[in-house]
């Protein structure tokens, strides 16, 4: 089980180097990001909504008191609370309210309303509307034969400093990871033109003066791939030197068979040896044009049926018995 989820994980990670280093950097920052955002939001925000809905709930009942007492004039005291709590309330006398609620679940200001309200109201005697107005909250609450009617300000049950929160704890993760995408880059180009490098050399086509950069252990990599390179570079012109002084060296016999060659009475000895000298001189020919520095060998296709039956047919011989699959096609030199 251990062995499958290790190969899920290899498969949903990314393959090419650069991600992979800029998921190590970037899932840190993000996981301390959510860590702080959810211990502001559970620590400082909702417990600080939570106090001032409260609180605001206690001044509510406040004025229901102060206005059942009779001992102040209803109107001077709408009035003061309006100055200087900023509650704008009127009573609507022989009304009933029967709006339907907007609950809205996933909202922490709805939630925390509603909540505060059921246990210092009581269920059913209460309405709110947070969303028909963009700065104020409508809130009816059931009393003797009407209800009052409250237009409170919405900064009254929320903290502004969630939008400032969200603000400078984004622009700094954001300012970080492109920082660390910037020093990322310069950090693995070195070892993408190494890999460029060793890939053009193995391929056996021409590298380009390498010049190790980066950090040190990438530097000293570049150094030893380079170095390997000089050696193998030695190696095969050594090898190309020997073949071409080889295939130089038996031109001169093939040569002399040949002339040897044209005295033979026997024409058809003379033509199927001469055939043999041919290849070989073919073969030399290209020994030659392999040991050059411009020359690649290709692969070709070619019939391999046919290759075997022109041999057998050389050679004429009757004890060669032959039963080949017509035209078998493969790629070789």
Not at 58 to 64: A, C
Not at 206 to 219: H, L, T, W
Not at 257 to 273: A, E, G, R, Y
Not at 308 to 321: A, P
């Amino acid at each position: 089980m251990s062995y499958g989820l290790s190969r899920l994980i290899k498969k949903l990670l990314p393959h090419r180097l650069f991600y992979r280093a800029l998921l190590i950097v970037a899932v840190p920052i993000i996981v301390l990001q959510l860590v702080i955002t959810i211990v502001f939001f559970d620590s400082l925000w909702i417990k600080t909504n939570k106090g001032m809905t409260r609180a605001l709930v206690g001044e509510m009942k406040t004025f229901i008191v102060a206005y059942d007492n009779g001992k102040y004039n209803n109107n001077d005291l709408s009035g003061l609370f309006s100055i200087y709590l900023d509650l704008n309330v009127d009573y609507k006398k022989d009304e009933f309210f029967s709006k339907p609620q907007k609950n809205r679940w996933f909202s922490p200001i709805d939630r925390t309303l509603r909540r505060e309200l059921k246990s210092n109201i009581g269920i059913d005697k209460y309405w709110f509307d947070t969303t028909s107005y963009k700065s104020l909250i409508h809130i009816n609450i059931k009393h003797n034969d009407g209800y009052f009617e409250f237009f409170i300000p919405k900064d009254r049950v929320t903290s502004t400093s969630a939008r400032m929160f969200a603000l400078w704890i984004t622009l700094p993760a954001l300012l970080m990871i492109t920082i660390a995408i910037i020093f990322l880059k310069n950090q693995t180009r070195p070892i993408v033109n190494l890999a460029k490098a060793a890939q053009k050399f193995g391929r056996g086509e021409d590298v380009d003066e390498y010049r190790p950069s980066g950090a040190m252990e990438i530097r000293q990599a570049g150094l030893e791939f380079d170095k390997m390179r000089k050696r193998i570079m030695r190696h095969l012109n050594q090898r190309s030197e020997m073949l071409s002084g080889i295939s130089h060296d038996l031109r001169t016999p093939l040569t002399r068979l040949k002339l040897q060659l044209s005295f033979i009475k026997d024409k058809d000895l003379s033509k199927k040896m001469s055939l043999d000298i041919d290849e070989m001189e073919k073969m030399l020919n290209e020994y030659l044009q392999f040991t050059s520095s411009t020359y690649l060998e290709k692969d070709e296709t070619f019939d391999i049926s046919e290759l075997i039956e022109n041999i057998i047919d050389k050679y004429n011989n009757k004890n060669i018995s032959k039963k080949l699959i017509p035209r078998v096609y493969i790629s070789g030199r």
